[in-house]
């Protein structure tokens, strides 16, 4: 996962940045996701989940992958309970406040099966940042103090040059893969992001390659009509996939809330019944379905119905 | 006199911790409790209160009875003034844009340093927690305010793992580890109010909560606590924030006591 300035740059001019289709299905875009890589996941928390890949990826059985995310949700059980990696970096790692600690986070690190590294969430926005701007590292005044700071082996201390005070230098962190959720992105993968943009355009900069799942492919003329609201410049992007509710049961701003009635559902499954539950839940979820679409049709029409007109609602009010 | 209102210790967490944030300021508010607070405070007393979320919201008016479980998501962003990358909102804390940081907490020690990481070791740890998120940069870089339950196991002598910094081994080492700024100003539980003592950084018991005895304190701290000799008594609830505390929480999502 080292990767040297000139590799870096190396790679990135290799890359095919013609402005071209690259729609694809979600199988064949995952497919572009070998094993033991380092995947940034887009979003954060519950929200904006590119659950449609995900999905995708435990299906293919990928195996030793790396993940990072800002905040780690429900997704992280399932990539754990699948055995699709034993390695997440990321800052929280839990369904939400109100449902607790999650019980599969819990056994996979409290028994040594997995890794949870843990930096704060700015500090791995800013490893993100530093690697999305091509510099080695960022100076934060945070963590310095912390055992959080003190666990972990790639920070650094020095004093400012200018003013003589501590500063932290948080590395750069470049995915191989980036998976991000949009509400709008063209053939091409220019793509636009309602609401919160989380960290995502720095990792779109950041990674090697990225896929991207989107609500709605628009036409071209529509991005250049709004130009300004472009996150994610094309050239970035090495596939798009078209997948209505491609987060569902998560949010997708102004799209859908999450469908609570399902995390509920889910939490107290977890919960209740730590990894025989969650492997239940793939069984039913993941593996069942032949395709997305499938797996949608498991859930209830009503309550999605619900999410999204919640959503609609809240949208600018 | 107004009859005795009825409040559970939750909510008396929430209202006392809410009037600390003064109208006017900026607040960066945590998941939970310390969300519900900072909303209530908005509606009360601090009308012109900013509030943020880690999700990247800037003064954003939360809708009753929906108060979402995290501060990532749309919910949280409703009549917002601005939506921000979460690095960039978290930065405003180093830039100094923001007054208080408003925090839970699963256990703090006696310097004001916050857990949320383990219980136990950290490389065989009895029980992971769900880590820092946004915790370790507000406690880092903004003044924080910290609403919990008083419990023995969650007020400690020292944390297993210093997740969020307080003022670390007390004295001056908050300062001499880098953090020039910031610092933790209250814990605010459902027995007192505790503040930190000026020069050796630990805490001390400010104020007692309507109906608590030191005595009560001190048997629910896991630690020597200091008590500060014109020891002062916390304004019980009032009607009006009791009313508007159920309607922004109508099914006491945020506000059922933990542990009791």
């Known amino acids: 996962m080292e990767h040297s300035y000139l590799e870096l740059r190396a790679k990135t001019a290799k890359k095919d940045k013609g402005l071209k289709e690259k729609v694809m299905s979600l199988t064949e875009a995952v497919t572009l996701i070998p094993d033991n890589v380092h995947v940034a996941i887009g979003g954060c928390h519950y929200s904006r989940t590119p659950i449609a890949l995900i999905w995708e990826i435990i299906r293919q059985k990928k195996s030793g992958l790396v993940f990072s995310k800002s905040i780690t949700a429900t997704e992280g059980d399932l990539l754990l309970v699948a055995g699709t990696t034993r390695h997440i970096i990321t800052s929280w790692f839990s369904p939400g406040v109100t449902w607790g600690v999650s019980r599969i986070m819990r056994h996979f690190v409290q028994s040594g099966e997995a890794t949870y590294e843990e930096w704060s969430h700015m500090s791995l926005g800013l490893r993100y940042r530093a690697a999305a701007m091509g510099v080695p590292f960022l100076p934060t005044r945070s963590m310095l103090g912390s055992d959080v700071y003190k666990q972990l082996t790639d920070i650094k201390e020095m004093q400012c040059p200018f003013t003589g005070d501590k500063l ?68 970035c992007v090495d596939a798009v996939v078209e997948v209505p509710y491609g987060c569902v049961p998560h949010e997708c701003y102004a799209a859908y809330e999450p469908d609570f009635n399902h995390m509920d559902m889910y939490v107290k499954l977890m919960m209740e019944r730590s990894t025989e539950g969650v492997q239940e839940y793939l069984d039913k979820y993941v593996y069942a379905p032949q395709t997305f679409d499938d797996y949608l049709s498991l859930f209830k029409v009503k309550d999605i119905v619900r999410a999204t007109l919640n959503a609609r609602k809240g949208y600018g009010s | 006199m107004a009859a005795e209102l009825s409040y559970n210790t939750a909510e008396l967490v929430c209202i006392s911790s809410g009037r600390l944030l ?185 104020a007692l909560q309507p109906g608590a005895t030191v005595e009560e304190v001190r048997k629910n701290t896991g630690f020597d606590l200091m008590i500060k000799e014109d020891l002062g008594e916390s304004t019980p609830p009032t009607e009006e924030e009791l009313r508007i505390l159920h309607i922004l929480d109508p099914e006491k999502r945020y506000t059922t006591p933990r542990g009791e």
């Open chain 1, 168 to 235: 932290a230098l948080v590395p750069a962190l470049h995915p191989d893969v980036a998976i991000i959720h949009v509400q709008k992105a063209d053939s091409y993968g220019n793509a636009q992001i309602t609401g919160f943009p989380f960290m995502d355009k720095d990792i779109a900069l950041a990674a090697d390659r990225v896929i991207l799942t989107t609500e709605q492919i628009i036409d071209n003329n529509e991005i250049r009509r709004t130009p300004d609201r472009t996150d994610i410049p094309f050239f």
């Open chain 2, 22 to 206: 003064e109208d006017g300021k900026v607040v960066f508010a945590g998941a939970g409790l310390p969300l519900l607070a900072a909303i209530l405070a908005q509606k009360t007393h601090a009308k012109t209160l900013t509030i943020l979320f880690e999700g990247g919201v800037i003064g954003p008016f939360v809708e009753p009875g929906k108060l979402p479980p995290s501060t990532n998501e749309q919910r949280c962003a409703t009549r917002a003034n601005m939506v921000l990358p979460t690095t960039d909102v978290l930065l405003l804390q180093q830039r100094g844009y923001v007054d208080y940081g408003f925090l839970g907490g699963a256990q703090v020690d006696q310097y004001g340093n916050i857990n949320s990481s383990c219980i136990g070791d950290w490389n065989k740890p009895a029980v992971r927690l769900p880590g820092t998120g946004g915790g370790n940069d507000i406690a880092s870089l903004s003044n924080v305010i910290v609403a919990m339950h008083h419990e023995k196991r969650r007020l400690v002598k020292r944390v297993d793992f210093v997740t969020s910094p307080g003022y670390l081994s007390g004295g001056n080492s908050r300062k001499e580890a880098g953090l020039i700024a910031g610092g933790i100003l209250k814990v605010v539980t459902h027995l007192g109010i505790l503040g930190f003592d000026e020069e050796e950084k630990v805490m001390c018991l400010e």
